[in-house]
């Protein structure tokens, strides 16, 4: 069995880092749809000229765009068994709709999600955070007026989505605060307690 899990958290919570750092100790592959995007704009194909006009503002990208292709993703990664398919999904879902989607895609796979964990932070030390990644990475939207933006955008529209996977029994939260490994120990005690 694999783990099949949706990683959570605001802009900033250090869902990249923790997602990487998870996907070692589970042995499984993290997908960020935000790296899908940034990869794609750069590489200048359709699907990064569209996404651009959206992540450069800090709005959404498109729920037909996005969940088309996590599903084209994930239906890439099944094998023989689809029981063997594990994941870390970092960035997504990132709004109701989406997480219909989700439970949609799964059960066309013939598997199920393990749960979410997610990732709390202050938003007062996200917003830091963020702006000190703008002066390391140069991310295009880690500018002080897109932050802003992709906060409200979080707070609107994904922030709903812990409840949702709370209320079906299916969510953790782990404190983002403290060093890299020690957030990263606090996760993998929280997946312990998922299914
Ligand atoms: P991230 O790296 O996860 O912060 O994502 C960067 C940007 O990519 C976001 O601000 C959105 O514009 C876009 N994006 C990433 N994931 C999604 C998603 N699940 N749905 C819609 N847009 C997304």
Request: no cysteine.
């Amino acid at each position: 069995m694999s783990a099949r899990l949706v990683l959570l958290g605001a802009p900033g919570a250090g869902k990249g880092t923790q997602a990487a750092q998870l996907a070692k100790v589970l042995n499984v592959e993290a997908i960020s749809t935000g790296d899908i995007f940034r990869a794609n704009i750069k590489g200048e194909t359709e699907l990064g000229k569209l996404a651009q006009q959206y992540t450069a503002k800090g709005e959404l990208v498109p729920d037909s765009v996005t969940n088309a292709m996590v599903r084209d993703k994930l239906t890439s990664m099944v094998g023989d068994n689809p029981k063997d398919l594990g994941f870390i999904l970092d960035g997504y879902p990132r709004n109701l709709a989406q997480v219909a989607e989700l439970d949609q895609i799964l059960m066309d796979l013939g598997v199920t999600l393990d749960g979410a964990v997610e990732i709390t932070a202050d938003n007062a030390i996200v917003s830091e955070r963020l702006l000190k990644r703008a002066e390391i990475e140069g991310r295009a939207d880690d500018t002080a007026e897109v932050i802003a933006h992709r906060l409200t955008v979080y707070a609107e529209q994904t922030a709903p989505i812990s409840g949702e996977y709370a209320s079906r029994g299916a969510l953790v939260q782990v404190d983002g605060i403290g060093e890299v490994e020690e957030v990263t120990a606090r996760l993998v005690a929280g997946i312990e307690q998922l299914g």
